[in-house]
């Protein structure tokens, strides 16, 4: 490998460069993929989803440079078994989602614990507690304790770049995927990362016995065995790993210690300075636990206060394990708030340190929500929605998950559901099994391609009496204007191709000029007893001026 | 040394671009530096902030705490009043005092200014003509940058240096745009409000 070659390829995305002699100042999400580039990757796979997306976004254009095939995935399940075919061959590979992704990803990432990884296999998970762009706060966490898989999560940007790589060799050591897990203030925190060298891609090999990768039910018993087998190893792993420490363990008995994880070891720091007393601290990094050291933990305290971010993963398995005698506070007891992201002033206050002097606002303020973008396409199409529904006070409108979820919202609160990615057609076809006439889906073009072409099946071989309406952008916007799976042109064709009438397929412009024409369209389609699709089409607004400004740079060439 | 910022605005005003060019800054001035930001949905016209932490020594959380703000640099007036709660007594409030109406119950634009006037600090800039006058209405970021660069831990021509070296990138007159726009934010603050 050339020198400096790691160097210039971990220069960073940051919108000023990088300060002179200065590692660069990367996201975590960056801290990640930069890692997985340097741990010798031969392809990197993903579904944009926030927090995850800047993994995959700051991987992609760097991937040729360093021989790495990079693709965005129709979805979360298709990346993780393009993750799994790459890494039965050999290949170091990462797979990146945020959390309720790997929900769709659940088949392949369960059964991924049972074959024996060949090529080291990294999933990198982004958690977001207190749910800032997402439906539900779920903790990874227990998904990987679920499968038997170790769980590395890192409580810094620099941690992110170093567990990232470690956990390529802990993959292949143990023959598991290992997560990475992530939570939004990490993902979306910049620190300075120092990077190290880069590795090799290896070379291509296939499994020297067939059996590893076949989950026939006589395979897949032994397997099991293995798996089970494995735990052993994996736990000795993490009690010996650098990741898992106790500090500040004085000579003598005291009251309490603090057991941390993840980032939440940041929150404590923040408040040490007026602890004044002795305060033991067990920080976890690598997952399982390593029940040794809570023990040695256990054996000089009353009490363990447990901060973590998320569900109370590790303050329900020590209660289990610890003498009755000890008190186990945490978010199950209310001493930690038990829902919404941790922040300094939780964590200050399960100290039980006063609040720091605040000052506040006698004005009332108003919210500032967000809202669909002047100019976008999504509002004629709401409009549009609405006049058509007029006099229709039974119609049930399914939601579902992009920007356009927003119309559900004042002033247009034109959708009655927002559950799942896709959600939109298998409820609307309920909801019209129900009898409930109108009945319409409204879904965008990424998240129909992400996993409602299935439904939509169901609903074709039905002729279920419902209109499904996709808002076709072009893009997926919500994440960033990435590229959808398919272009808008082949859309049309995909929707015939699953065998709907294609009378009732219709492809109508969607401009604000044109809204009643749009209305009229719908109207017609939720008066006909079947299964109707129309596709509204017009760009993003956004990915427009990003392309004006793209060709308008081209124009003026380099400065 | 120490700075702790929460900057704020709506999307679309530059927040994000205004807390990297303080971030460069503190970072060529040797801090340590976190800068922490919420992507996603609050891009939509929403309420956008950005937490910068620059220190003489480690940084561990990403967030700021309550009530340990040394400064709020806001890009919009009803902005900088929502995060009040996150400012230090002894911090300032360095804002625009031109008002973003895109939404239906935006209070009276004078209890606002009246409210952001009865703190013990606070630098309220009529930024939007400050940065017209330099050449684009989109440099008010800017000059709250220069409005805010007599309370940071590092001297003002350091910070107008990374704003010189971004937009030199972009161009000779967004350039000097911007620097014009910096200047007229660092006189405006200078002169005590009345």
């Not at chain 1, 960056?30 to 991987?59: K, W």
């Not at chain 1, 998320?310 to 329900?316: F, N, T």
């Not at chain 1, 967000?370 to 396409?377: R, T």
């Not at chain 1, 579902?400 to 298998?426: K, N």
Request: glycine share 10%; aromatic share 4%.
């Amino acid at each position: 490998m050339p020198e400096g070659i790691v160097g210039d390829r971990a220069a960073p995305l940051g919108p000023v460069g990088n300060a002179a002699g200065r590692p660069p100042l990367l996201l975590g999400d960056e801290a990640v993929a930069l890692a997985a580039l340097h741990a010798g990757i031969s392809a990197a796979y993903a579904y944009p989803g926030t927090p995850s997306t800047e993994i995959f976004e700051y991987l992609e254009p760097r991937a040729s440079a360093f021989g790495v095939v990079a693709h965005w995935c129709a979805n979360e399940k298709t990346a993780f078994e393009q993750a799994l075919g790459m890494s039965m061959v050999g290949g170091r590979v990462l797979v990146s989602m945020k959390h309720v992704g790997l929900n769709v990803a659940m088949d392949p990432f369960l059964n991924s614990a049972l074959v024996r990884i060949h090529g080291g296999l990294v999933l990198a998970v982004a958690d977001d507690p207190g749910m800032h762009s997402s439906q539900n706060e779920q903790d990874s966490r227990v998904l990987a304790d679920f499968a038997g898989v170790p769980c590395l999560e890192p409580g810094n940007q620099q941690e992110a770049y170093d567990m990232t790589r470690e956990a390529f060799a802990w993959s292949e050591r143990h023959h598991v995927p290992v997560m990475v897990r992530l939570v939004t203030r990490l993902c979306h925190g910049r620190a300075e990362v120092r990077a190290s060298d880069a590795l090799a891609p290896l070379p291509a090999s296939k499994p020297s016995d067939a059996r590893d990768w076949i989950l026939l039910p006589g395979y897949a018993r032994r397997l099991r065995g293995l798996l089970l087998e494995a735990q052993e190893d994996i736990r000795a792993d993490t009690a010996a790993s650098h990741w898992n420490y106790l500090e500040a363990v004085p000579p003598y008995p005291v009251r309490r210690g603090v057991l941390t994880s993840g980032i939440a070891r940041n929150y404590l720091l923040e408040n040490l300075e007026d602890v004044d007393e002795p305060l033991p601290h067990l920080h976890v990094g690598a997952h399982p636990i390593p029940h040794d050291m809570v023990l040695e933990l256990a054996s000089q305290v009353d009490e363990v206060l447990v901060l973590e971010e998320g569900e109370p993963v590790l303050e329900r398995r020590i209660r289990g394990a610890l003498p009755a005698l000890h008190v186990v506070r945490g978010r199950d007891t209310g001493d930690v708030p038990a829902t919404g992201e941790l922040t300094p002033e939780a964590v200050r206050g399960a100290l039980g340190l006063p609040p720091r002097r605040e000052l506040s606002s006698a004005l009332p303020l108003p919210g500032r929500p967000p809202q669909l973008c002047q100019g976008c396409p999504h509002r004629d199409a709401f409009q549009a929605l609405g006049i058509a529904l007029e006099g229709h006070d039974d119609a049930v409108v399914a939601g579902d998950i992009g920007c356009y979820t927003l119309g559900a919202l004042p002033p247009f609160e034109a959708l009655e559901s927002c559950v799942c990615m896709g959600a939109s057609i298998g409820m609307a076809k309920g909801a019209s099994d129900a009898g409930v006439r109108p009945a319409v889906a409204v879904i965008g073009d990424s998240t129909f391609l992400h996993s409602r072409l299935t439904p939509l099946v169901a609903a074709v071989a039905h002729d279920t009496d419902m209109t499904v309406l996709i808002l076709d952008n072009g893009t997926v916007a919500m994440t960033g204007q990435q590229p959808t799976a398919l272009p808008h042109s082949r859309l049309e064709a995909v929707v015939l191709g699953v065998g709907a009438d294609p009378d009732h397929v219709r492809v109508v412009p969607t401009h604000p000029r044109r809204v009643p024409e749009l209305a009229a369209v719908i109207r017609q389609e939720i008066a006909h007893p079947g299964l109707s699709v129309i596709l509204a089409v017009r760009e993003c607004i956004e990915a427009v001026r990003r392309n004006k400004s793209a060709a308008k740079a081209a124009e003026d060439g380099p400065s | 040394m120490r700075a702790d910022i929460v900057l704020a605005g709506v999307g679309g005003q530059g927040v994000l671009t205004a807390a990297g060019i303080l971030a460069e800054a503190g970072r060529r001035a040797h801090l340590t530096v976190k800068q922490g930001e919420l992507h996603g949905m609050s891009q939509r016209g929403g309420a956008v902030t950005a937490n910068l932490r620059m220190f003489d020594g480690p940084v561990a959380s990403d967030l700021i705490a309550r009530g340990s703000a040394t400064m709020i640099l806001s890009l919009e007036p009803v902005e900088a009043l929502r995060w009040l709660p996150y400012l230090a007594y002894s911090g300032v409030v360095v804002t625009s005092s031109n008002p973003v109406e895109n939404i239906p119950d935006y209070p009276p634009l004078a209890d606002v200014l009246e409210a952001l006037g009865r703190l013990p600090h606070a630098v309220v800039v009529d930024a939007d003509p400050l940065a017209r006058q330099a050449g684009s209405g989109h440099a008010n970021n800017v000059v709250l940058l220069g409005a805010a660069a007599g309370f940071l831990p590092f001297p003002a021509k350091l910070l107008r240096a990374c704003v010189e070296e971004l937009f030199a990138t972009r161009g000779e007159r967004l350039r000097d745009v911007n620097l014009r726009a910096f200047d007229a934010g660092q006189a405006a603050a200078a002169v005590p409000a009345g």
